[in-house]
């Protein structure tokens, strides 16, 4: 503002050198004792604008720069006064301090500058006119013209104060507003800061939690952090058909923990098949949470689906004494929650099922082991035992009855050949070479061809024609003969079967392998039901080998009706 009304008294300095020049008809420079009187005042005029310059940087005068605009008006009304004629030239030359000074006065003071204005330009015009030289009366329209000029110098300056008063109202509360709205902005950015905080906190808690029941609890004490309710729970499926179970809880009461409840109807069914959370305004109306307790009391909840892969895993169920306790943003937080939940409870299972899956693997080894040791010691070893104590009589026989010896000879002889026969059998049945020379037709061939004759009587008969152009990855042609190979193994111990059919057939890209016995078969659901504690490495497990390799295996047996084993395996292409 200072540096606009600076510009503004230069800028009249500048047209009253112009007006000055005009009028006395004399050049303003340089200045001399025969000047006229306008041409002294003009420079006595660009001084003060000087001084007035200077006091910028002295910051004691700035307040009196404030009224430096009444300096401005006595040196326009000196020059009104002695311009002569030209005098009217000067009245537009007021406006310019008045409305400067102005912009920063109050209306009554502008108004009174103003009005002093108009006295000093009145008077000089009416001096001059008396002084020198003009004796004639000023017509009434002289005076009215005056009269005129005089209400302008008064009401411009007020008009302007006004104007600028209410623009500078209108700017502070402008500022008001914008201070408001960016208080505002700044107060929801730090909420949605320290909301994204929190959900970062839940996010880490979870992520490091390996267990599905650290898990749970840990969502609702997270959600607790970020959305208050009286009582949460968690509710999963307990495997029956619309019935869950309060697998976590928070503030919950103890006959609550692991209750089950029907879901029939209502919110909670719909929350189920639906992916939306689930806002309930009435708790009591809701006919399948009667059977919580805990929820008596509360008057509103909300359901949120713990949902992954299109599927619903189970239900985050909150629950407050107020009536619509929740509102959009908390249950997008909630929903949120649920969603991180829901993700590190799958890979606190999938880490389970890891675990479970190696403990597998390293009893199937140790069982494998177990199984080996045993075939040796029943096998070979004692075929060997025999064959060193045979050696031992023979070599006696040689010192008492050499005539016994050749018999001795020759029964040793068969004892070695079976020896030699059953450990090559267990080659065969741990790694053939022939499969990965000859193909699986001509290793089953040669495996099943070994127990003709068997000690049981049964005839093992292999339908395997329609599949010698078949190609099978190596894994998977080595999991297919070790599964065939268990299946004729226990049919042959186990089933006393009269039969056993190894049936293979080609269907698109896939190979489809049935061995079917017409032995005794046993209750498959209860060798289900010991299974776990039998841990045996045996057909009940031929699924999860199939499904190692691509492929899928399925058992079916009832006692009388025999046995059939199914081996679905993809042809490689």
Known sequence: MTASIRFARWLILLLLAVVTQVISGEAVWPISAASSPLAWIFWGYVLFGMLSTLALIAPPFNPLLHWAYLCDILFISLMALFGGEG????????????IGAALRQQPFVSFVSGLFAAIFYITAVLIWRRTLGIDAMPSMLDYLALMLQGFTLCFIPWIT???AERWSANNRQSVAVAEEQRQRALAEAQGQRDKARALFEVASSLSSTMDYRHVLEATLRESRKLVSFRVGAVLLSTGRHEELYVAAGEGIEVTDQNRALQVSRGQLAQALRSPDPQVIADVGQEPDLHVLTSLRGCRSACIIPMRANLRTYGLLLV???????????????????????????????????LKEERNKLISKEEAVRHQLARDLHDGPAQSLAAITMNLEFIRRLLERDPSRVLEELDKLSQLSKRTTYEVRTMLFELRPLVLETQGLRVTLEQYLERFKGNNNGTQIVLDAAQVDDVQLDTKTEGTLFNIIQEAVNNALKHARAKHVWVQMSRDGNTLMTVVRDDGIGFDKAAVMRTYERRGSFGLLNIDERARLVGGQANLESEPG??????IVMPIEQ
Not at 89 to 98: A, D, K, N
Not at 319 to 326: D, G, L, M, T, V
């Open 319 to 353: 629950a407050s004494e107020r009536p619509a306790a929740f509102n959009g943003e908390e249950l997008d937080m909630l929903t949120t929650l649920a969603s991180y939940a829901i993700v590190a409870m799958l890979n606190a299972q999938l880490i389970f099922d």
């Open 87 to 98: 005098s009217a030239i000067f009245f537009s030359l007021y406006l310019l301090p008045l």
């Open 161 to 163: 104060s006004g104007l």
């Open 561 to 566: 009706k025999g046995t059939v084993i199914t």
